[in-house]
């Protein structure tokens, strides 16, 4: 049977416009019955990747939040939210996306995403044990609600990197320095999804705006006028890609969301229904069109080469505020960028020798200081 995808065009993010494109959205899907009942628990993820005013666009819009919010309140269902952020706690970084003021309006709590609760996958392709919050597993029912942006790692954050955030925040870093190469963590988004696939029942991708080149936070802001719906997370992806002319094979997490049985991603497995996608699809959106380069693929290179050909990140000190964000995201030990001499009032550097090519600093730069850069050698081989 072929996956199903909601293509609804949305042109602007004013509150009326996107309730009618979230509520038809999910009507063409078999109607709001379908995914939430009375009574049940229904967890609404946005992606709150960090305390980014909605403006910015790392974070799932607040009207869009609330019309998603607004249809499943009304099957009575008892409603909570939450997302592990990459720095602050739920509620202030709700706050400042927007998403607080919505969900106290409507009477919908903030989740316990601090718990770790941990559980065993035996039939997983990578991580057999898996750490998530505790409120997640508490949940009957999983509303994803994902935002539509570039990754420097992973090509895209879409509907299957959405559930990364189901990861308390540490347990986030524990990964990325166990897996740093994006093959294998891809492998683990695709565990994470397929251990929650009872509970997922729709994913929503909020496209109206969309994040083009430095994302998931530095990049520039792209009208794609578009919301997704599926219940199949990897082909929802793929048609992010098919909109963004990104030929599916550079994410990773398709053939391995294929492969688990997760979900499927070729045109001829996927029905798109709604709206028309072919004057939508924008092929000038700015995304990497190449595989993501495998660090590990340079195992085979001596480290000092490795080092000369891997993406790195880069900072731009004209922009640079010396916030230390990146410097307290960055997950190995000791620090692979950091303050000369632990002063603070020095800008923060980089030691690539330790760096294992995450992009967590990138991800959480407020001030889009942070680039991916390719150095010259690696130009040549990739
Ligand atoms: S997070 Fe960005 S602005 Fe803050 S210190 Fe690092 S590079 Fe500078
Ligand atoms: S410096 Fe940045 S990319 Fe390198 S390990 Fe630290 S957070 Fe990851």
Redesign the pocket.
Known sequence: MKATVAVIRCENYQIENVRVAVQRGIQLLGGVSAFARAHEKILLKPNLLSGSRPEKLVTTYPTVFQAVAEVFKATGANMFYGDSSGMGSLERVARQAGIKEVADNLGIRPADFQTVAPVSFPGALLAKQLRLAAAVLEADGIISIAKMKTHGFTRITGAVKNQFGCLPGLQKAEFHVKMPDVYDFSRVLVDINSYLKARLRLFIMDGIVAMEGNGPSGGEPAAMKVLLFSTDPVALDAVFCRLIDLDPEFVPTMKFGEESGLGVYKPDEIQIIGDDIEPLINKNFQVVRRPPERLASARSFPTFLKNRISPRPV?NYE?????????Q?CPVTPKA?DRPDGDKNK??IYDYKRCIRCYC?QE????K??TIKIPLLGRLIY
């Not at 959480?364 to 001030?367: A, K, L, T, W």
């Open positions: 900072i922009r640079c505020i010396n916030c230390g964000n990146c410097v995201m960028v800008k923060p600093c959480i730069c407020p001030e200081a942070i």
